[in-house]
Antibody
Framework: VQLRQSGPGLVKPSGTLSLTCAVS?????????WTWVRQAPGKGLEWIGE???????SYNPSLRRRVTISMDKSNNRFSVTLTSVTAADTAVYYC????????WGQGTLVTVSS | DIVMTQSPDSLAVALGERATINCKSS????????????LAWYQQKVGQTPKLIMY???TRESGVPDRFSGSGSGTEFTLTISSLQPEDVATYYC????????FGQGTTVEIK
């Protein structure tokens, strides 16, 4: 499975962060969880949430009020949206396959700044 | 939430010596119905994407050298590098995937 991320690298404070992960050599409607993880500069890994094509998405409780993970089955991709961003949301965002992530996207550095 | 705590935060080991990283979960990640520990280990080298090296606490991912081993059950786990090599310099993270997922804070391994 290959994962290719896309989306803006700069978001204004109070704005919305949106990233997409395109899946190739595999299908988002396979029996897999599709995951988002982030890593603030110099910090550790933080699980954002996951989605399965047959189940509701689940989220990190600390982000639940601001985050949505969705799936676009027709285009074989999934996305993350994070609202009301602040500088604390500046991080490298990764998409991945599985809850124990065997396959990772290339990572996208998203900077929250005006 | 299950909290994962690693120790130490960093360690320096001579080449060829053993490196041991500990990981403790705030509740058991052993699922009784399949007798599996939902615990993974990742290696992240500077500037690179994390790489899964161990899952089910003690199953090495394909291609991972056998100097890496995982052990433990329930709430206490260990990642051991039996003979440290230069390419093993990295930060290592444990992760529980029993309930959603959470990561430990990471342990940085360097050469003494």
């Amino acid at each position: 499975v290959q994962l290719r991320q896309s989306g803006p690298g700069l978001v204004k404070p109070s704005g919305t962060l949106s990233l997409t992960c395109a899946v190739s050599d595999g299908s988002v409607i396979s029996n897999n969880l599709w995951t988002w993880v982030r890593q603030a500069p110099g910090k550790g890994l933080e699980w954002i949430g996951e989605i399965h094509h047959n189940k509701s998405a689940s989220y990190n409780p600390s982000l639940r009020r601001r985050v949505t993970i969705s799936m676009d089955k027709s285009n074989n991709r999934f996305s993350v949206t994070l609202t009301s961003v602040t500088a604390a949301d500046t991080a490298v965002y990764y998409c991945g396959r599985g809850r124990a992530l065997r396959d990772w996207g290339q990572g996208t550095l998203v900077t929250v700044s005006s | 939430d299950i909290v994962m705590t690693q120790s130490p935060d960093s360690l320096a080991v001579a080449l060829g010596e053993r490196a041991t990283i500990n990981c403790k979960s705030s509740q058991s990640v052993l699922y009784n119905s399949d007798n599996r520990n939902y615990l993974a280990w990742y290696q992240q080298k500077v500037g690179q994407t994390p790489k899964l090296i161990m899952y089910w606490a003690s199953t090495r991912e394909s291609g991972v050298p056998d100097r890496f081993s995982g052990s433990g059950s329930g709430t206490e786990f260990t990642l051991t590098i039996s003979s440290l090599q230069p390419e093993d310099v990295a930060t290592y993270y444990c992760q529980q995937y029993y309930t959603s997922a959470t990561f430990g804070q990471g342990t940085t391994v360097e050469i003494k």
